[in-house]
């Protein structure tokens, strides 16, 4: 992932060397992409110092599940966006009912 950014961060700069046009969005996207490569450089130095894995926050320890979806978690809370995003629930329909169908007459 880390050279995957890099090389991004790399061809983005020779792009944005040859085209001006998208000023405002090319400085957002290497905005991004520099955040990206500092937090992966983040956990890989904290893989180093046997630390990766645990709250900058708390110190409670961070689930593996979680990691394997977010690897560059930093807190136990980059996670509430996605818990709330799980329990959101879609509302329930009755599918029972005929009327609830379409069929080819309805045309």
Known sequence: MKEELRTRLFDHSLFEMTCDDHQ????????HIKEELQDVERALMKIDKGIYGFC????QEIPFEKLRILPTARTIYDFYFQELFERKSLPQYDYTHEETYITGSDF
Do not use: F, I, V, Y
């Open 24 to 31: 405002g969005k090319s400085s957002t996207l290497m905005h």
């Open 56 to 59: 900058e926050e708390t110190g």
